[in-house]
DNA sequence: GATGAATGAGGCTTCATTCAT
DNA sequence: AATGAATGAAGCCTCATTCAT
């Protein structure tokens, strides 16, 4: 039995983020569930509230964002490292939803639950990481800060909702010479 | 009596500016009215559909921003008009609300009213000229295009959605270096 | 002064005979206003209250009735006045609304004003004259009552709402028939 | 649980049956909720659309009709089972909504949906089965058409709407000497 | 007297959330 | 644990009626 729940969590979750990025955050809980193939009321006992599940949505979403922020870390070069990450995180697969808008520096923080604040900051860590990272190697310009490189990934995030594939990898290279880091 | 009906048409405009700003374009109609100080049943004949409130406030952004983009591009400095250009549009004063979403290129014009695309045309062009003479003037990377200047501006209007003052002035100035425009 | 008010209340009237006509009493009064090509406020100006608008239109028609009914009266064939009479009345020329719901008997008449109740009244005796006549002449079963006309005639209007116009003439033949009225 | 909403549609349906016929199709959901004793949004839940509620009114209003004139069919006399049948229609029991202005020949049914023609179809083959039996025992004029006798079943069906129970009788008793039936 | 504008009440519909099976 | 059903609150929009010019 607990493995349903279990499973019935995660096709919630899954089709939460898809429903999610497709239609924004106002996209009703009804078609999370047809999408996910479960009545609503089993989204409801999995996540008591909406912004539960939005919020669940966004942790989900940022683990996978920190995972690879951490994976590129790896690589030798650490201006390339940085600048794949970039890329990445700007193109941010199916889900279009600013879910990153959780990040710091931001407003809205307070009426964020503890989950959420704790996985954008272990998100905002790695991206600080990989930026101190490429800077130390001399592929980023020193006077750079997290808080800058956070908001233009937010702001190119955006811009991923709704430039196309090329245009999105040309904006983003501007970004990158603007940041001084080499490609 | 018109002159009633012109203040009130004004108000709403202005309250509607305020708080899709603030809480999107999700606010409620109610709201705006509130914010006016009319009833909801005044907004309506103005505006008979709540789409019709939207682009208006969008079109009149829009003008306003065209506006601002013809009285700079006056300055004897291509750059420095570009520039300013782009600082004053990514701040864009109270109108948080992503109108320059309108712009081209975006996929959802075809659901748009023909004030509104021409509004964003005019935008557009406005902004293209900014940018041919930065270029004609060595101010700004030849290569650069329309479209990564108007999927940039938009990027930073969300950005701005979020960021404080100064933070912004940062980030812009770091894509003004990715764009080669001197400061 | 007053000719510009009379002319105003006549084109009420006669745009209300039309709009109630063809969309039914559920018609809006701004359309009445927009047919009549006088503002809203006039049509309120002359009648307090949409439901004195429907009564005023109401008696208008029921007066015109009457005339007609009146004036069929005069012809040297009581049976040939009769069935004109029945006929005419049940096609209505183009004020299809059921204004003959009036007529009495009729449940609802306590609602009504005496304008109304009057130009019923005054329509039956029309009406009931024309049947006297008729059955004086042996042109009518001499059971049929007033009330068996009246509540005829109500439903005939009603069909005359739906059907074409040969498509009448038949269903009011049959009726004339079972009414003993020769044709 | 399937049976509780089973209850329930029930619950509307028949409440939709009386408020419709007591105030018209005009009438609110509100009321029709009330009277079913259920929340608004239930209603909404078993029929997407007022329409939707209508039609399905009618529906079931049709179905019960067609039920009643193929019971009838069964009788030996065939001039005395179509009498029945007027008289029965014309009632027409609570419902004095005119659903059967639905009927064909109508102009309005392009908008109707299929189940609605169907059930009206289905209604109108049965008053024609019994017309045309009538009309082979000789006990109904042979020049009367489905269409006639349908049009005077909605006439009479909106007389029921207004007028008292006797009444009704004698007027149906003329509409069937005009339509040769014997009583 | 006529009008353009304003409004409160009400109608249809959606949705997050709760309940009974 | 999962579901179908129920609901209150809210949103958009319309309309009869009133008000200010």
């Known amino acids: 039995m607990r493995r349903d729940g279990a499973a019935n ?13 497709e239609k924004g955050a106002a996209a009703s809980t009804d078609e999370v569930a047809r999408r996910a193939g479960v009545s609503i009321a089993t989204v409801f006992r999995n996540f ?6 939005i919020e669940a949505t966004a942790v989900r979403h940022l683990e996978k964002l ?5 994976r590129l870390a790896d690589s030798r070069d650490a201006g390339q490292a940085f600048a ?17 808008d959780l990040l710091p520096p931001h407003d809205g923080r307070e009426g964020l639950s503890r989950p959420v604040t704790e996985a954008a900051d272990a998100f905002r860590a790695a991206l600080d990481g990989a930026l101190h990272r490429a800077q ?3 592929a980023a310009r020193p006077e750079v800060t997290g808080d800058d490189v956070s908001l233009l990934l937010r702001a190119l995030a955006h811009a991923t909702d709704l ?5 999105l990898d040309r904006v983003v290279g501007i970004v990158l010479d603007g940041l001084g880091v080499p490609r």
Do not use: I, N
């Open 163 to 167: 430039g196309e594939g090329e245009a």
């Open 136 to 138: 130390a190697a001399g």
């Open 84 to 100: 794949s990450l970039m890329k990445t995180l700007a193109a941010a697969g199916p889900v279009k939803m600013t879910l990153l």
């Open 48 to 53: 008591a509230t909406k912004q539960d599940l």
């Open 9 to 21: 969590r995660e096709k919630v979750l899954l089709a939460a983020e898809h429903v999610f990025a």
């Open 66 to 70: 920190t995972a690879e922020a951490l």
